[in-house]
């Protein structure tokens, strides 16, 4: 039995959450339905730490759907890179959900609450899909069911502002049209190689060489990609999103979706078509670095002069989503393993950041940042949670921010780049003043009159401090992330195929 | 050899120029309940195409998913919405200009396709061939579309019911899942 | 709806064939066009038609939402059920090969079975939607139109 | 380039996907450029289906026929292998149409409107009284 659970264990992976949704969706109240979908995504967090574990020495573990071997059939293919994301993806569902008891039971009415944690767990399913598949089809599938989901997670928080509706609406819209440009793209690329099998795809690329047939294939699956993750200047329909959507609904989406979209723009590039395919390296260079910089700053400064405070953070995220694509638009193994522990980095902290707005809207019913006057008396431990993870947000020592700027910036100057390193240096500059603004009204300035505001739930503050100790923990030490995303970077280099001898 | 292709030819730039005269007059019409059934033809129209092209599978999925259910499902939002488009106020240029990028990108892409039809092509190499000559052998089906379609890519399949699902569980977080009309003032609803 | 005898006739007429070509294109999808899908969809239209002919509320009382939600969940359910059964009988998940000696057979099988999920999830999940929207508020009136 | 364009072959060889192309930016149009909520989700169809077209003709074969095994030897079959994907993407697509039109739905019943353009003009007062409020979101 064990054996044979260890030898599935890449397909239990996607197929436990999968077969969990139906089943909890058969749940008669929504407090047994949070229950079951707690312990699956305990589960599922097992599952991949295991995965982690197994693949931490290079190996890579390939699981063959239907016992069809690749091409023919659909392969799971889990290497360092992957493991780390779907470490990232169940252990963010497996804080999100805990979490989410109390702030649902406040923003989501009793009788729609079996729909929504069915809906998140079909979310999981569908981010753990996409991660851990290795055919460029079954990406789509996946990423389908996984924004399919997403919409209607935002759109409930319709039941706190009727907002949600419109932003949901417009996710949709744009999401669609992203996966529709993303399977032009796989359309383009298999109509050149005859294959949809990632790591197939990589050969019969190589073999195949540049044409304007590939190089369309490759806008579409960025630009499809970009919408996604937010790519600047794609990132329309994220802020209301973010803003609108239940807390927990946010606090796991920030953490999680844009990571996914990242990871398979990644693999996309490194897998499929190449480290050195020269189009790809010129649209990084020409096109994503510039945009990652606008991002950084542009976002920034339009965080500053946000009333909301998840809207400030959902900017926050657009100028995160800069660095990340800086560190991969660089090209060299540091930019990369920049990106890839900042996409760790980030979730933890902008997961622990949107865990308390949640905390904030549960005590004050509101998420303006103007009501948090003087809060840091009234809620000391999700005040303090905040302020520490916003250092980890600007980038101050012992947090894990510091730790992705570190290596970002030293990328920078490996390449001789130093106004782009400055430049890095100069964007979280920005991030003090946004956050600086919350420690202001929170600290400094006196509480309204007659304001009644007790500390968030300990079944919301753990699963905060959580997130706040990882943060802290591994922006002290930081061997195992920083060593994880090195062989990650170092993996994703040399599955990429030599092209244009 | 090049006869038939240009009989397949004529059938479609026929097709396609119905199916071109149909999406414009749903893009310039304004009555809704017309855009719907315009839709409808637009999904019968690009059926027939497909079934033109050998894909009698997606063709009898497509007419009763475009034609059936979606068009269903579009007059039960004309019941709950309102049938009159406004006329839009915001200039189209910006549209016009993405889309014809999009659309001179899209050109750029094909001038390196291979050409349509050729029994060479690397789509029809690598692993339709495995699929054509494996099938009979492996599982005995006919219909080698099923058999991708339930075995070899079965996993994309589940997946695709999953799809279903969702939309099923978004509609009911939407809409509700009673069945019951919603009584007039739900919860904390402004 | 009260007075259309002739809509009501042709539409008793009508649908048992339906129903009986939805049975057909599910369990004929080895051999021709068609498969669980479609047959799900034509399913689906069968009691859709029912519902437009003859009231919502008595197809709903053929079909309870709540079991069209079970079946719906159910359908995904065999799917992947089948899968865990291959997996238990010690092949990958969906390796239908484990079903039966003969691999011929056994692949079979296991199409027959994942086909069955597909079209009770997707009838079940059709009907829904369809009730979703059509009970949802009360139509606007002809005026607002 | 030149001696490309006037190609008759190269030409027949793709027209097919031009026609596609076309189909897909009126689609596109439609869904950026109209501001009835209803309308952008029929541009995301026809967008949508002409996606599937493009796919169906980069499996035919000229002189093929549909990949239903039959007993002849010399039989030439399309390729079923983009038909199987599109099977899938329809199915996505109609799950999209549900969720989309759902959510049209629902905003109607809480703005009144499903005109972007009103809408936006609602959600900007809103705004601007949540201002005014300073703070009281809710």
């Known amino acids: 039995m064990l054996a044979m659970i260890e030898a599935n264990l890449p397909a239990l992976q996607v197929v436990l959450p999968l077969i969990a949704a139906p089943l909890c969706a058969m749940l008669g109240t929504g407090r047994r339905a949070w229950a079951f979908a707690t312990l699956v995504s305990f589960v599922a967090f097992a599952i991949a730490i295991s995965l982690f574990i197994a693949t931490m020495g290079g190996t890579i573990i390939s699981y063959e759907m239907g016992g069809w071997a690749p091409p023919i059939g659909i392969e799971y293919r889990v290497d360092t890179l992957n493991a780390f994301v779907l470490v990232i993806v169940s252990g963010m569902a497996a804080l999100v959900l805990p979490y989410a008891r109390r702030i649902v039971d406040y923003e989501i009415p009793a009788e729609r609450q079996v729909l929504f944690y069915t809906a998140f767990l079909l979310c999981l399913t569908g981010l753990l899909g996409v991660t851990i598949t290795g055919d460029a089809f079954n990406v789509f599938v996946f990423l389908e069911i996984s924004s399919l989901s997403t919409y209607a997670l935002i759109a409930s928080g319709a039941w706190r502002n009727k907002r949600a509706l419109t932003a949901s609406y417009n996710y949709l819209i744009m999401g669609t049209i992203g996966a529709t440009f993303f399977v032009i793209g796989i359309g383009m690329l298999y109509m050149i190689t005859g294959t949809l099998n990632m790591a197939d795809l990589g050969e019969k690329i190589a073999a195949h060489g540049d044409s304007r047939t590939l190089r369309t294939g490759f806008v579409f699956i960025l630009i499809g990609i970009g919408l996604k993750l937010a790519m600047f200047p794609l990132h329309l329909w994220l802020p209301n999103a973010y803003t609108f959507a239940p807390s927990a609904v946010t606090a796991f989406v920030a953490a999680t979706a844009t990571k996914v979209a990242v990871y398979v723009l990644l693999r996309f590039m490194f897998t499929i078509f190449g480290f050195d395919y020269a189009f790809q390296a010129a649209t990084l260079e020409n096109v994503v670095l510039p945009l990652a910089i606008v991002a950084m700053f542009a976002a920034s400064l339009v965080a500053i002069f946000q009333d909301d405070l998840k809207r400030m953070l959902a900017y926050s995220s657009i100028a995160q989503i800069g660095y990340i694509l800086l560190g991969l638009a660089f090209l060299t193994h540091t930019g990369l393993t920049a990106s890839i522990v900042h996409l760790f980095n980030h979730a933890v902290t902008k997961g622990a950041l949107f865990m308390v707005a949640g905390c904030f809207i549960y005590a004050t019913g509101s998420s303006s940042i103007t009501s948090l006057r003087g809060i840091g008396r009234d809620m000391p431990w999700t005040t303090a949670a905040f302020v520490i993870s916003g250092f980890s947000l600007i980038g101050l020592p012992l947090t894990v921010g510091f730790i992705s700027k570190w290596y970002l910036v030293q990328a920078a100057i490996e390449l001789g780049w130093w106004p782009v390193a400055l430049l890095i240096m100069g964007s979280s500059l920005l991030a003090i003043v946004y956050i600086w603004r919350v420690v202001e009204q929170a600290y400094l300035q006196p509480a309204p009159e007659g304001a009644v505001r007790r500390e968030a739930p300990l079944s919301m503050l753990v699963p905060t401090w959580i997130l706040v100790g990882l943060s802290v923990w591994f922006g002290v030490s930081a061997t195992m992330t920083v060593g994880a995303a090195s062989r990650a970077a170092t993996s994703l280099i040399s599955s990429s195929q030599i092209m244009w001898q | ?190 | 709806m009260e007075h259309h005898s002739v809509l009501r006739v042709v539409s008793k007429l009508l649908i048992p064939p339906i129903i009986l070509y939805a049975l057909y294109v599910q369990w004929h999808g080895d051999y021709g066009p068609g498969g669980g899908f479609q047959a799900g969809v034509l399913f689906a239209v069968a009691f859709i038609l029912y519902a437009l002919v003859f009231g919502i509320d008595s197809m709903m009382k053929v079909l309870p939402p709540r079991t069209a939600h079970i079946f719906a969940g159910a359908g995904v359910l065999i799917y992947a059920g089948t899968g865990i059964v291959t997996m238990l009988l010690g092949d990958a998940f969906l390796g239908y090969n484990a079903l039966a000696h003969d691999p011929v057979h056994a692949q079979e099988w296991g199409i027959l079975a994942v086909e069955f999920g597909v079209g009770v999830s997707v009838a079940a999940v059709m009907i829904a939607l369809f009730v979703a929207f059509a009970r949802h508020n009360p139509p606007l009136k002809d005026e607002d139109w | 380039m030149s001696e490309l364009v006037l190609d008759l072959e190269f030409i027949v060889g793709h027209y097919n996907y031009w026609m596609f192309v076309i189909l897909m930016m009126t689609g596109l149009y439609v869904t950026v450029s109209r501001g009835n909520l209803v309308k952008k989700i029929v541009g995301l169809n026809i967008f949508q289906t002409s996606v599937f077209m493009l796919y169906i003709s980069m499996g035919k074969i000229i002189g093929g026929t549909a990949p239903i095994l039959i007993d002849d030897p010399d039989a030439v079959y399309s390729n079923p292998l983009p038909h199987v994907l599109i099977l899938t993407a329809i199915v996505v697509g109609i799950a999209t149409t549900a969720l989309g039109l759902a959510l049209v739905v629902r905003i109607r019943e809480t703005y009144g409107t499903i005109e972007e353009d009103e809408l936006l003009v609602l959600e900007h007062e809103m705004e601007f009284a949540e201002a005014v409020q300073g703070g009281g979101s809710r």
């Open chain 2, 1 to 190: 050899m090049t006869a038939s292709l240009i009989g397949i030819a004529v059938i479609d730039i026929l097709l396609f120029t119905f199916l071109v005269i149909t999406a414009i007059a749903i893009a310039r019409l304004r009555n809704l309940f017309a855009v719907v059934m315009l839709a409808g033809v637009f999904s019968l129209l690009s059926a027939a195409l497909l079934a033109t092209l050998d894909a009698v599978d997606v063709a009898f999925t497509e007419a009763a998913v475009g034609a059936g259910i979606s068009t269903v499902l579009l007059l039960g939002t004309l019941a709950l919405t309102g049938r009159e488009e406004k006329k839009p106020r915001h200039s189209p240029f910006l549209p016009l200009l993405v889309c014809l990028v999009t659309g001179a990108a899209l050109i750029y892409g094909t001038l390196d396709m291979p050409s349509f039809g050729a029994a060479n092509n690397p789509a029809q190499e690598h692993l339709a061939r495995e699929y054509l000559e494996r099938t009979p052998v492996e599982t005995g089906v006919p219909n080698v579309v099923t058999a991708i379609l339930a075995s070899y890519r079965g996993f994309d399949t589940l997946g695709e019911v999953l799809v279903v699902f969702t939309a099923a569980i978004a509609v009911l977080l939407l809409l509700g899942a009673s069945g019951k009309r919603p009584s007039a003032g739900r919860r904390g609803e402004e």
